[in-house]
């Protein structure tokens, strides 16, 4: 077969496809060249092709996601091609994503020398990166190619062993670059192409930590279990368990995709402000355990910090200590599921002291929180509000859904989402850019439509993405326009300064209509609730093309409401 003349082009396609890469993200240039030939010829790799760095990367993210943290490739050439990878290999850090990132690179000797598209790329990423790998120049040296093998083995089995998250892997290439060869069909990648495997990476406590913490989570113990973002990951059955006990509480958000019970309190921030003042002792946990990512609930952490005598154990593989309520007094580094099946376990065989009333106080809580806000949204005038409201009651059933950060996860979070199979936002770095390329990526792999809900000034940051050529035709995405960053109107840094408007608000240029046309969307708007109800059936049953729905709001009455809703000024 024909295949490009670089050797070490070749054995890294080679390498990832047997460590279990299937899929790439490729973006054009020319240094890269040799790296897009052996990716797109090699038969088990499947390429994608996005032109915009930042939209890739953003993409492999929510594939990698969406595929229960599979290994994504992404391929740049040089230059500042590779500074637009960092903003998605930042949020892939912080949750856990394993991309595999191989910028091109021009030979060492003519960095700072004035030549096009020259930066020094090796450690760009180095504060968001598990491991940072810079491949020199290939060689007929047979040292030079076991030392390249041996370093991109050790690179993208980094991305998944242990806790999982995105390596660099920057390659130098010399001139020529486009050189094509014919391959001996038995040496298409060469002996240097050897995979090294590791085997192991099984966790498990041992039974003592087992009984001494199931003793201290026992009755009288009040114990609370928060779970920030998660991919679906078998803790159903065991936080089940653990919530018949009536001393344990379960308490979620969306994006923690555990929103199938309805013994577990899922409304979060309704249901603090439902309790309000009433927060007293009765609510109060002795032991908090906190599984999955960073939580979204501003009000949830700022409530745990001020609980005088809070212990709080965190559960997950982390290479640092968590102490987000300045309580943390254990670390059990394990995963979740794991975790909470041995506690569960070691609950049932247990004597509990005494019956509490501690879980009946939340769950009567939940149940009027509830109450209150789908109150609230029936009285509330046409408002962001009362459109996600309405949104989540008409989705059907199956329906993954994507949300961008701003109000649009934070409005969710207060009503009922069950009907969802699947919530993911990226919180971990909790940015707005990239929720479009990410939701994109998130539907690439998944059998259930995706819907998108997202702000206008997210949409407008991440526009380049409706260019992508291969967007799923179940795909959908709902703009929440509100005039701007409507979250600026209702957080109190903001909300109050006299530059609001011009410099926090700020004017978003977003002609969505047009925007479809172009980008081949099929495009609705509502502008008040009679034509929300008019157009939103046909929005989720065009499965013909991609379809945006814009849902127009004033944004002065949506952060008043809002406002009003949890007794803010």
């Given at each position: 077969?024909?295949?490009?003349?670089?050797k070490?082009?070749?054995?890294?396609?080679s390498?990832?496809?047997a460590?279990?890469?299937?899929?790439a993200v490729?973006?054009?240039g020319?240094?890269?060249?040799?790296?897009?030939?052996?990716?797109?010829?090699h038969?088990?790799?499947?390429?994608?092709?996005?032109i915009?760095?930042?939209?890739a990367a953003?993409i492999?993210?929510?594939?990698s996601?969406?595929?229960?943290?599979?290994p994504?490739?992404?391929?740049c050439?040089?230059?500042?091609?590779?500074l637009?990878?960092a903003?998605?290999?930042?949020?892939?850090?912080?949750?856990?994503?394993?991309?595999?990132?191989?910028?091109?690179?021009?030979p060492?000797?003519?960095?700072?020398?004035?030549?096009s598209q020259?930066?020094?790329q090796?450690g760009?990423?180095?504060?968001?990166?598990?491991?940072s790998f810079?491949?020199?120049v290939?060689?007929?040296?047979?040292?030079r190619?076991?030392m390249?093998?041996?370093?991109?083995n050790?690179?993208?089995s980094?991305?998944?062993d242990g806790l999982?998250?995105p390596?660099?892997?920057?390659?130098?290439?010399a001139?020529?670059?486009g050189?094509?060869?014919?391959?001996?069909?038995?040496?298409?990648?060469?002996?240097?192409?050897r995979?090294i495997n590791?085997c192991?990476?099984?966790y498990q406590?041992?039974?003592?930590?087992?009984a001494?913490l199931?003793?201290?989570?026992?009755s009288?113990?009040?114990v609370?279990?928060?779970?920030?973002?998660?991919?679906?990951?078998?803790?159903?059955?065991?936080?089940?368990?653990?919530?018949q006990?009536?001393?344990?509480v379960?308490m979620?958000?969306?994006?923690s995709?555990?929103?199938?019970?309805?013994?577990?309190?899922s409304?979060i921030d309704?249901?603090?402000?439902?309790?309000?003042a009433?927060l007293?002792?009765r609510?109060?946990?002795?032991i908090v355990?906190?599984?999955?990512?960073?939580?979204?609930?501003r009000?949830?952490?700022?409530?745990l910090r001020?609980?005088p005598?809070?212990?709080h154990?965190?559960?997950?593989v982390?290479?640092?200590?968590?102490?987000?309520?300045r309580?943390?007094?254990?670390?059990?580094?394990?995963?979740p599921?794991?975790?909470?099946?041995a506690?569960?376990?070691?609950?049932?065989?247990?004597?509990?002291?005494e019956?509490?009333?501690?879980?009946?106080?939340w769950?009567?809580?939940k149940?009027?929180?509830?109450?209150?806000?789908?109150?609230?949204?029936q009285?509330s005038?046409?408002?962001?509000?009362?459109?996600?409201?309405s949104?989540?009651?008409?989705?059907?059933?199956?329906?993954?859904l994507q949300?961008?950060?701003g109000t649009?996860?934070?409005y969710?979070?207060?009503f009922d989402y069950?009907?969802?199979s699947r919530?993911?936002?990226?919180r971990?770095?909790?940015?707005?850019?990239g929720?479009t390329?990410t939701?994109?990526g998130?539907?690439?792999?998944?059998?259930?439509?995706?819907v998108?809900?997202t702000?206008?000034?997210?949409?407008q940051?991440d526009?380049?993405a409706?260019a992508?050529?291969?967007?799923p035709?179940n795909?959908?995405?709902?703009?929440?326009?509100?005039?701007?960053?409507?979250i600026?109107?209702?957080?109190?840094?903001t909300r109050?300064?006299?530059?609001l408007?011009?410099d926090f608000?700020?004017?978003?240029r977003?002609?969505?209509?047009k925007?479809?046309?172009?980008y081949?969307f099929?495009y609705?708007?509502?502008?008040d609730?009679?034509?929300?109800?008019?157009?939103?059936?046909?929005?989720?049953e065009?499965?013909?093309?991609?379809s945006?729905?814009?849902?127009v709001?004033?944004?002065?009455?949506?952060?008043?409401?809002?406002?009003?809703?949890?007794?803010?000024?």
């Open positions: 077969m024909r295949n490009t003349a670089k070490v082009a070749r054995m890294i396609a390498l990832l496809c460590h279990g890469v299937k899929e490729i973006s054009p020319s240094r890269n060249a040799p790296l897009i030939v052996a990716v797109e010829r038969p088990r790799i499947n390429t994608r092709v996005v915009d760095e930042r939209s953003f492999a993210l929510g594939m996601n969406a595929a229960g943290s599979l994504v490739a992404l391929v050439t040089s230059g500042t091609a590779a637009n990878y903003p998605a290999i930042a949020e892939a850090f912080y949750r856990h994503a394993p991309l595999v990132v191989i910028t091109a690179d021009r060492s000797e003519w960095i700072d020398q004035d030549d020259t930066i020094k090796p760009i990423y180095n504060n968001f990166i598990k491991g810079d491949i020199p290939e060689s007929d040296e047979p040292d190619m076991w390249i093998n041996r370093t991109v050790d690179a993208i980094l991305a998944t999982p998250g390596v660099h892997i920057n390659v130098r290439l001139d020529p670059l050189d094509i060869e014919e391959i001996d069909d038995n040496d298409t990648y060469g002996d240097e192409a995979c590791i192991g990476n099984s406590i041992d039974p003592a930590s087992i001494s199931s003793e201290q989570i026992k009288p113990a009040k609370l279990v928060l779970a920030g973002f998660m991919e679906p990951c078998g803790l159903d059955d065991a936080l089940n368990r653990l919530a006990q009536p001393n344990i379960v979620h958000e969306a994006q995709n555990l929103h199938k019970n309805n013994t577990f309190i409304n309704a249901t603090l402000r439902y309790i309000g009433e007293d002792e609510y109060t946990p002795d355990i906190t599984l999955g990512g960073s939580l979204t609930s009000m949830v952490k700022e409530w001020r609980c005598s809070l212990k154990w965190s559960i997950g982390n290479d640092h200590a968590i102490d987000c309520f309580k943390l007094a254990l670390r059990l580094s394990v995963p599921a794991i975790a909470m099946k506690l569960a376990d070691g609950l049932e065989n247990r004597q509990q002291a019956i509490l009333e501690f879980k009946q106080y769950l009567d809580a149940i009027k929180s509830f109450e209150s806000a789908e109150e609230w949204a009285n005038p046409w408002c962001d509000f009362k459109a996600v409201h949104l989540l009651k008409a989705m059907p059933e199956r329906y993954n949300l961008s950060n649009a996860v934070r969710v979070q207060l069950s009907k969802a919530i993911d936002c990226n971990g770095v909790s940015g707005i850019d929720c390329s939701a994109i998130a539907a690439l792999m998944s059998r259930n439509p995706t998108l809900i702000g206008d000034m997210s949409m940051y526009i380049g409706l992508c050529t291969f967007i035709d795909f959908k995405i709902v703009v929440l326009n509100n005039g701007g960053g409507g600026f109107r209702f957080i109190r840094t109050n300064l006299e530059e408007q011009r608000v700020a004017d978003v977003l002609p969505l209509a925007l479809s046309e172009a081949g099929n609705y708007s509502a502008a609730e009679s034509e929300f109800n008019h157009v939103i059936t046909d929005f989720f065009d499965n013909y093309r991609p945006i729905l814009e849902i709001t004033d944004g002065e009455i949506s952060a008043s409401n809002l406002r009003k809703f949890f007794g803010t000024k």
